[in-house]
Each structure stands twice: as C-alpha cells, then as structure tokens.
C-alpha cells in the first residue's frame, strides 16, 4: 500500500484521491437533479438580460474547463490503475528512466487503452491521446508540465508563479504559457523531486532555496509563507550546447577584436572580474572564458550550485551546503574558497562573489593565483569596485577604505562588463582595465566600448564597438607568460 501512495504522489496524484472522487460523484448527481430548473433559470436570464455575445463567450468558456476537467479526471484514473496494477518487471523498466522512455511510453499506453475500454464515455481524439500520454510519462520521467518547456531550447528561462501561472523568456521577451499544474499540492511534489537527489530541502522552517537541475540548470524556489502567490520556481536553463568565443560574436554580444583581446588576456593570467545585472550573460561569459584556459593547470571551481561547465580535463568542483534541519552543518563560499588555496590551485574560478568572501578571492588574486576569474553584480565597471569595497566590508574586517581599494587596484587587472539591452539581447558594453591607484582613486581605462547608435523600427538595438588603441599596463604579464598582445584596433 505505501508503494502504491508513492508512486501516486511520483504521477502527481495525492493519498485522498479515491475519497476526493467519490465525493465528485455524489456532486455530480446532486447537481444532475436540480439541472432542469437551473437550466431553465439560465436560459431566461440570458434572453432576457445578457447580450448574445456574453453567452457565447460564456459557453466556450464552460467548454474549455469542461474538455480540461475530462482529461484531468482521466489522467487520474490511469494513475490509479497504473499504481494498483503495475507489475514488478514494469517499475523496473520505469527505474531506468529516460534512457527507456519509449518502452514505457508503450506500457502507459496500454493502462490508457484498457482505461479507455472500460470507460466508452471518456473518448478522445487521437491529439488528445498522445498529450495525455506524454503528460503521464514526464509525470513519471521528469518535472511533469515543465518537461515540454525544458526541451524546448528557445526558451531561457521558466518562471512558475503558483500553480496556475507559468512565465517563460523567449528571445528576451517575457510571455504567459498555458502550461499549469493540477494544484499547489502536484507543483510541491514536482519541487521535491528537484531537491530530494541534491539532499536539499523547502519547507516552513526554510522557505528558500538554490538548486540546480541534471544539465545545470540554475533553480531557485520560494515557498510560502515568504511567497504569497504560493510555491515560486525560476530556472534559468542551460543551453544543450555548450557556447563558444565563434556564438557570442555571431550573437553579437562582442566583436572579433574584444575576442581575440580576451582570448590573450586569460591565456596572460590576468585577473578578470565580469561584471552584470541579473540574467545579462555573466556566467555565460565566464564559462567562454574558461575554456581558454591551457591544458594542464589545475582549476578550482566555487559556487553555489553547480553551474560552470568547464572543457579541460583537471578540474574540482565545490559546492556550497546549507544548513540541516538544526541549522548546523553549513558550509559558505568563503569556508571553500579558504580550503581551495591549500588544494594547490593554478586558477580558482568563484561563480559570483556576493559577500565577505570578496576579500578571500582578492588575497587570492594577491597572492600567485593569477589567472583567477569571478563575477559580481553590477551596472558598470566603476560601480563594481564600489560594490566590492563593500563586500569587503562584509567579511567583518574593519578595514581603511584606502587599504581596500589598494587590494582591488592590485588583485584586479580587467574588468568585463555585461548588459541586457532593451531588445533583450546581451552584450559586453565595457573591457576595461584596471589601472592602479591616484591618491584615493582606483584609475580605470577602457580598453573596449559598446555605443548604441539608435533603436530602429523593430525595437532592435544598433549600435558599434569601440576599441580604444591604448597600450595596457599589463603587458609585462603578457611577456612573463609568453602570450603575444593582439593588435587593438579603434
């Protein structure tokens, strides 16, 4: 019996099912006897006080909430079947997962025939048949109404605002779907399923969380009471493939010159910080980054939740831990990054620094980890050594702000600027260097620049890259390692 509730819950149906479907029936029946004087009632008021087009409306209406609960009511009564008649051969088929998902396919098709048999009253079209089995196999497989989002790559980013609203971003626009779950309680189980295989867990007591799916996919969820429109998931999905130096040139996000310049300045060891607004292209950016990393040095990744997808055969990753259920246990970005320099690392990579552990990743940089790369938050180059004397200050060092923009001036040898343009698309607006210190003023030179010459017709940015032609200051890092400067155009 605790099988059969599991596997019930897995499909997205709950323990009362069969008590909530009685009670159905009996409603139902009730209804069916006062429906001759309602009918007739309705049929008055509308002839006498509704206008012909409100009925109509008002009719389809009532007939897409009919044809939604029939399939509804289906799919419930194939996941009673499923539970109560599956044998032991067919849940080990279901155990392989997605590497059999066509075999099962067939078996949920055969429950389906034999429910559809039994029932000569729920027909369906041969469409509907296929989408009710489909929905039965990503309840079983994956993140059931979620699924057909995930695998479609044009979508970047799902935001699930309840049971009932799903957002997607598609080619930087926001847009409502008509994907929805059946009710909190089917969207609570498809968040369980996210968190039970990383060992992390929402509830009350912790109503918030970061996770990540299989491919890498970012996943953060709120849940009430901090959330008042019930349970939010966003995922920021990972493309399929990974992007290249060659993709962000053809999407326009810089041009040949900046990828050459960049390509240079990883290989020279030079310390870079990519700076951005949320969902801007920073992680993404630092993932190109990273692969022009030589083979042979041993990287260290930092992050929260996995994210970074690095090519080169020597690399450890660390994840941070939240606290267990008695608020122990919970190890910060700042607690790995300390441990990473006794691992002997070449470069170490922190996916976003937020906090104190800026000042860990700049004594880092300080101190022969050349090479190292990190993100921040931020709307310009100047604002995110702004930012970072303040996380700094968060560490609890109390430190003279002099003393603290002496570490940024001396760690830091290029900032990396990232922007969403209004037409959604992203951009590297900004490279530019970090000079030094003039009197109690970190100097920055742009090396490279975005300049949007106009919105055309289409809402489309248009603008050029400007290169600077200014020699950098870092060159004698480019000649200890070897690494011929490219050319810089203006």
Do not use: W
């Not at 998902?101 to 048949?129: C, F, G, H, K, Q």
């Not at 200014?470 to 004698?476: G, I, N, S, T």
């Amino acid at each position: 019996m605790a099988r059969s509730l599991s596997l019930l819950e897995r499909l997205g149906g709950s323990k009362d099912v069969a008590q909530v479907e009685e009670k159905k029936v009996k409603e139902k029946k009730a209804e069916e006897k006062v429906q001759p004087m309602y009918h007739s009632r309705l049929q008055t008021s509308i002839a006498l006080d509704q206008p012909l087009e409100a009925s109509a409306f008002a009719g389809r209406h009532t007939a897409i909430a009919n044809a939604e609960n029939r399939l509804q009511n289906l799919r419930q009564a194939i996941h009673r079947r499923i539970v109560d008649e599956m044998t032991g051969e067919e849940q080990a088929l279901i155990a392989q997962g997605e590497s059999a998902r066509e075999a099962i396919r067939t078996v949920i098709s055969s429950y389906a025939d034999r429910e559809l048999a039994e029932n000569p009253t729920a027909s369906l079209t041969r469409a509907e048949r296929f989408k009710l089995i489909d929905d039965i196999c990503d309840e079983l497989l994956g993140l059931g109404p979620l699924e057909p989002l995930l695998k479609d790559e044009g979508i970047t980013e799902i935001m699930v605002n309840g049971a009932r609203d799903v957002f997607v971003e598609q080619k930087g626009k926001l847009m409502l779907t008509d994907t929805h779950f059946h009710d909190e309680a089917h969207l609570m189980s498809i968040v369980e399923r996210i968190l039970t295989p990383l060992g992390r867990r929402v509830d009350e007591s912790s109503p918030l969380v970061d996770a990540r799916l299989k491919d890498g996919s970012r996943v953060n969820i709120i849940i009430p009471p901090l959330a008042l429109n019930g349970a939010t998931v966003t995922i920021r999905k990972f493309a399929k493939k990974a992007y290249n130096i060659e993709d962000l040139i053809k999407f326009g996000s810089l041009n040949r010159s900046m990828a050459k310049f960049l390509e240079a300045c990883v290989r020279a060891r030079l310390n870079i910080l990519v700076s951005g607004g949320t969902g801007s292209g920073k992680t993404t950016t630092l993932n190109i980054l990273s692969t022009f990393i030589p083979e042979g040095e041993r990287i260290i990744t930092i992050e929260d939740a996995a994210e970074l997808r690095l090519q080169q055969r020597h690399v450890v990753s660390l994840e941070s831990r939240p606290a267990n259920l008695e608020g122990k246990g919970a190890i910060t970005i700042r607690d790995l990054l300390v441990n990473a320099l006794r691992m002997r690392p070449d470069r170490i990579i922190v996916g976003e620094c937020r906090s104190g552990e800026a000042l860990d990743m700049l004594q880092a940089m300080n101190t022969g980890h050349d090479g190292s790369l990190t993100t921040a938050h931020a709307n310009t180059p100047r604002d995110v050594l702004a930012r970072l004397e303040t996380m700094v200050l968060m560490s609890g060092m109390e430190l003279p702000i002099r003393a603290i923009r002496t570490q940024v001036s001396s760690a830091l040898d290029l900032v990396l600027q990232q922007s969403r343009i209004r037409d959604g698309t992203r951009k590297i607006t900004y490279i530019t260097e970090v000079q030094g210190m003039e009197g109690d003023t970190i100097v920055l030179q742009d090396m490279f620049r975005y300049v949007q010459d106009y919105i055309d017709e289409n809402g489309k940015s248009v603008g050029h890259y400007e290169g600077s032609g200014l020699q950098p200051q870092f060159m004698d890092k480019f000649i200890m390692n070897g690494v011929d400067m490219p050319k810089l155009e203006n």
